[in-house]
């Protein structure tokens, strides 16, 4: 039996995490390892996850919108994780479940410039989102604010983790989009119109020096495009996929990551 890796998600296949653990993996040489799409839709996810370990799996990536079971599901947890409240790596071994949040120091690694005295607006109040106030928090920002279309949400969130919750996008340092808005476009749609699902204009994107957006797609998203025009350093998916990847990785092969490979994987076209 191969051993087997792989990222759970509801929907999922768009990832493009076994493009890059696959070809990381083959770098290492570890011929007889594979990872793979997982997806489960979340009434399935507790009986799929606690299935793995007996078809041959060591370990899974979490992403939307199993990152909060799946901490609830672990049998054992870091404090990171615990205390973002969100897991996105899975790792099995002799029967129990470990649960760890490389979201988090995989953000921080990404971004263009410390996170340590800036003022950061966050979008989303999902767990990435959770993962990302977090780490900014730790990493010294001076002012964490939160943003969320229900704004409720964004109230629990921020109250959970020591940031501020805001009724409206404000202008910050740093932009950190942990929403799903820009990953499917309609043809019809106008410049702002994503923009605006995110509680911003296109003229408003000029208040933020830095832009992140865990968002990936063929080309830039709007939010991105929109920064870009405006001078924004920016910072997109695949950069911190890729390095939550490679911290994900690492755990399980026990090995240092290929990064740089594993970021042009990332950035081959879709096969057709």
Request: aromatic share 4%.
């Amino acid at each position: 039996m191969s051993t087997r890796l792989g990222v759970l998600g509801w929907p999922v296949g768009h990832s493009r995490s076994p493009r890059i653990h696959n070809a990381a993996l083959a770098a290492l040489g570890l011929d007889g390892w594979r990872y793979q799409l997982l997806p489960v839709p979340p009434h399935l996810f507790a009986e799929t996850v606690r299935g793995l370990p007996g078809s041959g799996f060591v370990g899974a990536n979490v992403t939307i919108p199993h990152k909060r079971a799946a901490l609830a599901l672990a049998d054992e947890a870091s404090e990171a994780a615990r205390e973002i409240g969100a897991a996105n790596t899975l790792t099995f071994v002799d029967g129990a479940i470990a649960a760890e949040n490389t979201d988090a120091p995989g953000l921080i690694q990404a971004l263009p410039a410390p996170a340590e005295g800036m003022r950061v607006l966050v979008l989303g109040a999902g767990g990435s989102a959770r993962a990302a106030v977090w780490a900014l928090r730790e990493a010294g920002a001076s002012e964490v604010l939160v943003w969320n279309r229900t704004a409720q949400r964004a109230k629990e969130l921020a109250g959970a983790l020591g940031a501020v919750a805001v009724e409206r996008p404000q202008p910050a340092d740093l932009l950190v989009n942990c929403t799903s808005v820009g990953l499917e476009l309609q043809p019809s749609a106008t410049r702002d119109r994503p923009l605006n699902q995110l509680g911003l204009t296109f003229d408003q994107i000029a208040g933020y020096p830095y832009v992140v957006d865990l968002v990936y797609r063929s080309g830039l998203t709007p939010l991105l495009a929109a920064a870009r025009s405006h001078g924004a350093r920016t910072v997109d998916g695949l950069d911190v996929l890729v390095a939550q990847g490679a911290l994900s990785l690492e755990l399980w092969v026990q090995r240092p990551a290929p990064r740089e490979l594993m970021l042009r994987a990332a950035r081959e076209p879709p096969d057709d």
